[in-house]
């Protein structure tokens, strides 16, 4: 099982960027992807999550209007869209592979497999 994040970048305020993730060696329907971030001195926390089998998505509070996500099932890829950022945004963000349900979308022990982070950083 693999999943390769990339596409985080440097960023103004209020720019947009899309990230990737994608994946190999397990069937997409099984899987959900979520989605966390890590700012420098703070804990790991959930962001969003798309539906393996059906591609819903749901969002943290803070992301919600800004942040949108999509998939490929032809690539296995999953992209998160984020717009309208803001230096809270700044993080070090890691897709992840898991079978959550609603009451554990949240937590990172819901998930089993991890790619590498990509560097998001809005500054101007």
């Known amino acids: 099982v693999q999943l390769q994040a990339s596409g985080g970048g440097l960023v103004q305020p209020g720019g947009s960027l899309r990230l990737s993730c994608a994946t190999s060696?397990?069937?997409?329907?099984?899987?959900?992807i979520g989605w966390f971030r890590q700012a420098p001195g703070k804990e790991r926390e959930w962001v969003s999550c798309?539906?393996?089998?059906?591609?819903?998505?749901r969002f943290t509070n803070s992301v919600k209007g800004r942040f949108t996500g999509s998939r490929d099932n032809a690539k296995n890829t999953v992209y998160p869209q984020m717009s309208s950022l803001t230096a809270e945004d700044t993080a070090v963000y890691y897709c992840?592979?898991?079978?959550?349900?609603?009451?554990?979308?949240?937590?990172?022990?819901?998930?089993?497999?991890w790619g590498q982070g990509t560097q998001v950083t809005v500054s101007s």
């Open positions: 992840a592979a898991g079978r959550p349900i609603l009451t554990t979308i949240r937590r990172s022990s819901a998930y089993d497999y």
């Open positions: 060696g397990f069937t997409r329907d099984l899987y959900d």
């Open positions: 798309i539906s393996g089998s059906d591609g819903s998505t």
